[in-house]
């Protein structure tokens, strides 16, 4: 489906952790010239468990003001809304991303924990059941290196490809695009289907330098060590284009130890990201 054209860049707010998606919730926001919407979810449960009720309620609402404070440090102009949402974070924000244009979640440390990944991450959770592009930001800053996608030739990586284009056209960045390198397949004959693939999304950006690469190796793997020096990878959140619920083995590894932010592209296939 295509995004609405006052569709809000989503955030959750949960806690001072989420501070470093804002702050990027907040620059997607303003590039995209969207609307920043702050979602806290407040669980009434822990609420009537706590010495006060209004003590969590407090909480919430100092919570979304600081989160408003950096979001207008990155744009002053910036339109935002906060919202306090009862329910679980997970489900709460898995809805509302039913209207959203993107969604930008925090990691819980993932990239930092290799071997401390829980499978129900909040993080993992929200990118296979999310029904809009899901942002997953990194606590650390990433370097000022390219936009990377994966592309592997379905339509779900098209779609993460021409995001792709847009992201690295707004951020003034260059495009690295990855194909791996299949085993019965040649690396010449792979590259010439990453550049014709490429070249249909080309002449809507003709300013952003681009680099195709095919690259033998384990897709996950290969992706990994490529976006140690990007500023953003995008993939698509599987390639045969499954229904809310699933990951690929691709999109989950890059969730689980890119070092970059990741955006797992779902509900946009064949879709232009202006809606048009």
Do not use: K
């Given at each position: 489906m295509a995004a609405a054209a006052d569709a809000a860049v989503l955030v959750g707010v949960g806690s001072e952790r989420n501070y470093p998606a804002v702050q990027l919730a907040a620059q997607e926001a303003a590039a995209h010239e969207r609307q920043l919407h702050l979602l806290h979810a407040f669980n009434w449960t822990a609420a009537f468990e706590a010495p006060s009720v209004a003590e969590p309620r407090a909480r919430a609402e100092e919570l979304l003001a600081e989160a408003r404070r950096i979001a207008a440090e990155v744009a002053p102009d910036l339109p935002v809304q906060e919202e306090i949402a009862e329910g679980p974070a997970v489900g709460v924000l898995a809805r509302r991303s039913d209207s959203a244009f993107l969604l930008v979640v925090g990691d819980g440390g993932m990239a930092a924990c290799a071997d401390c990944v829980p499978a129900d991450a909040p993080a993992v959770q929200?990118?296979?059941?999310?029904?809009?592009?899901?942002?997953?930001?990194?606590?650390?800053?990433?370097?000022?290196?390219?936009?990377?996608?994966?592309?592997?030739?379905?339509?779900?990586?098209?779609?993460?490809?021409?995001?792709?284009?847009?992201?690295?056209?707004?951020r003034g960045a260059r495009l690295l695009a990855v194909r791996v390198v299949e085993p019965?397949?040649?690396?010449?004959?792979?590259?010439?289907?990453?550049?014709?693939?490429?070249?249909?999304?080309?002449?809507?950006?003709?300013?952003?330098?681009?680099?195709?690469?095919?690259?033998?190796?384990?897709?996950?793997?290969?992706?990994?060590?490529?976006?140690?020096?990007?500023?953003?990878?995008?993939?698509?959140?599987?390639?045969d284009e499954p229904a809310r619920g699933m990951l690929g083995a691709v999109s989950q590894s890059m969730l689980y130890h890119s070092p970059a932010p990741v955006i797992v592209i779902r509900g946009l296939t064949g879709i232009p990201m202006d809606g048009a």
């Open positions: 929200l990118a296979a059941r999310a029904s809009c592009p899901v942002l997953v930001a990194r606590r650390e800053p990433p370097p000022q290196g390219p936009v990377l996608v994966g592309v592997d030739g379905t339509a779900s990586s098209r779609a993460a490809l021409e995001w792709a284009f847009d992201c690295a056209a707004r019965d397949e040649t690396t010449e004959d792979t590259t010439d289907q990453l550049e014709a693939m490429v070249a249909r999304y080309a002449h809507r950006h003709p300013d952003v330098p681009v680099e195709c690469h095919a690259i033998r190796g384990d897709p996950g793997t290969v992706l990994v060590d490529q976006s140690r020096s990007a500023q953003l990878a995008i993939v698509a959140a599987r390639g």
